[in-house]
């Protein structure tokens, strides 16, 4: 594949997400069902079906397409929720659908076939062998990378495969496989996989302890800030541990993801969409990121060197790293 | 919650408001909370739809810098907003406690704040069932809350000069906070000197002490 400007997919929610993603610049909009279908199932978030009706409707009318998130697993001997929302999806007219599950990958192929497929990075395809195993078998135009490889095992896995490819641009760092990690399985039975969510809030509690505030996920203290100094969410890789007699960020810091500063790297390398991060986000948030990268996409197309630094105020701890991308922590 | 309450509030005019407040009778205070619900209700049901999966819809929504707090039972069909006082316990268990600003909490509200950044930045602290606070974050920032127009839109065509009024409210605010800022920055500035001295001369015998020789340091120690 050949490096051109690259496609900005963003975040909603919400409905008024949606629209402030729309009118922030995105190019395309992804979202998911109020259901246990996509990876994102927290309570008060995600679109019933009018509202995805409507959503569909505003984004077409700004040229802008929707792109609807069905990658939790199917529980086994219960695929109607899922089949019915790549169904639901079909007849409402998303631009496309997002996918995990081999089983539903066949069934929307066998039953939309005219309907775009997108594999998951729940899936976790991180090598040609396994992309190309999905494009064959389910005809699937676009994979989202796993945020574990770095920019040179992009470009090598677009100069073998023929399919799109769409990585991870900004927001929450997993340091993981997606779905391979078992730390929030293990502290809070929950797992992103099969829940849709990592260090779950309802197993959350933040105290004030001795003038710091202190996180904990489940029975496990994650983190103590001092007064003043930026908090983080208690995600259980970002936690700050004792380990040889020393408190320290074991796995990655409290940062958030941001690419801004490698966009043409990415382009050179044949990606082909950026996604941001953070459904479960407020609308602030979304208008902001999309924008600032709205910015940062074109001047990256105009070949000049984007410039994010505004996106500083909302990077969980503060602080923002390009992740696996410059195999900074691996 | 993290305790915030312990802290003491910035020095802003809703802090000057909430002195102002304070002799208030309850009955006045409640009656224009009921009706700023009744408003929310009216153009903003989604937002309580959103919330019926949760099993409990109670929140106390603590204002740091009025005296009093506000208890939200956010179950359909009859949603309430309750004045308490200072001391005052709210009647029902509550989810969870959000404390903040009143300002804070009104742009969170009107969704032109990130909550998730408020909170990482401190300038909002929450106690309780976290899960319920996401629900309902998400279920307000799903909304298109415009406060003011809400509260104004009851009055049809009367709403034209309300609206003017505070605007004209809404200037001399930022005024009174631009002036209460260079007032405690005055206030401030004879222990802002103090404090940049002392740390300065730490700064200093830090320096002295990683140029010591390290046998000499060692010795000393
Ligand atoms: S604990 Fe960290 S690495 Fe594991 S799934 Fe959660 S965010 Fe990813």
Redesign the pocket.
Known sequence: MTGGALELVCPAGTPASLRAAVDAGADAIYLGFRDETNARNFPGLNFSRDELADGIKYAGSKGVKVLVAINTYPRAGNPGPWRAAVDDAARLGAWAVILADIGLLDYARQNHPDLRRHLSVQASAANAQAIKFYCDEFGVKRVVLPRVLTVDEIARINDAVEVETEVFAFG?????AEGR?L??SYATGES?NMNGV??PAEHIHYEERDGQLVSRLGDFTINKFREGEPAGYP????GRFRACSRDSYLFEEPVSLDVSNILPDLMKAGVTALKIEGRQRGKAYVAQVVSAFRRAVDAAARGEQPDTADLASITEGGQQSTGAYEKGWR | MSQPGQRAPALSPVLLLGFALRPAPKPALQAAASLAMAALLRGHRSVFERLEGLANRDFLIDPVDLPFRFHLSAALPSPRLRILGEDEEPAAPVAATIKGSLPALIDLLEGRVDGDALFFSRALAVEGDMGAVVALRNAVDGADIALTEDLLRPLGPFGGPARGLLRAGGMLYRRAERDLETLRAALVAPVQRRCDSQEAKLRDLDETVANMPTRRRERQS
């Open positions: 929450g760092m997993c340091v993981m990690c730390l929030s992103p990592c260090s995600t259980l890789c970002k």
